[in-house]
């Protein structure tokens, strides 16, 4: 079992910097990927940003260039660096974690594909 506690949201203005944290235990997920999800009022989930082990990453268009992913291995806690942030990144953020063995040939742009989801942080951004 996994459980994940994510920590950081808050209100900001558009232009400035948020740092999200996911703190995972209960077991060590360093050799498991770690996702960021987010969902705005009466909208669907929609993926963000994953981390593989071994430090690759990957991103949504709406975020490449402006968010980055991260993790350390040592505190067991993946991050969510939200720089220039737009009104459009407001909604709840939530982490998530996979062991990619048990979903073979699913998709880590999915929900499907994770195993453990924290309960969300809300995150507004001001214009």
């Known amino acids: 079992q996994v459980q994940l506690v994510e920590s950081g949201g808050g209100l900001v203005q558009a232009g400035d910097s948020l740092r999200l944290s996911c703190a995972a235990s209960?077991?060590?997920?360093?050799?498991?990927?770690m996702g960021w999800f987010r969902q705005a009022p009466g909208k669907e989930r929609e993926f963000v940003a994953v981390?593989?082990?071994?430090?690759?990453?990957y991103y949504a268009d709406s975020v490449k260039g402006r968010f980055t992913i991260s993790r350390d291995n040592a505190k067991n806690t993946v991050y969510l660096q939200m720089n220039s942030m737009k009104p459009e990144d407001t909604a709840v953020y939530y982490c998530?974690?996979?062991?990619?063995?048990?979903?073979?040939?699913?998709?880590?742009?999915?929900?499907?594909?994770?195993?453990?989801w924290g309960q969300g942080t809300q995150v507004t951004v001001d214009s």
């Open positions: 981390s593989w082990s071994g430090g690759i990453t």
């Open positions: 209960g077991r060590t997920v360093s050799t498991y990927v």
């Open positions: 998530a974690v996979s062991n990619p063995t048990y979903h073979i040939g699913t998709y880590y742009r999915s929900s499907d594909f994770y195993d453990y």
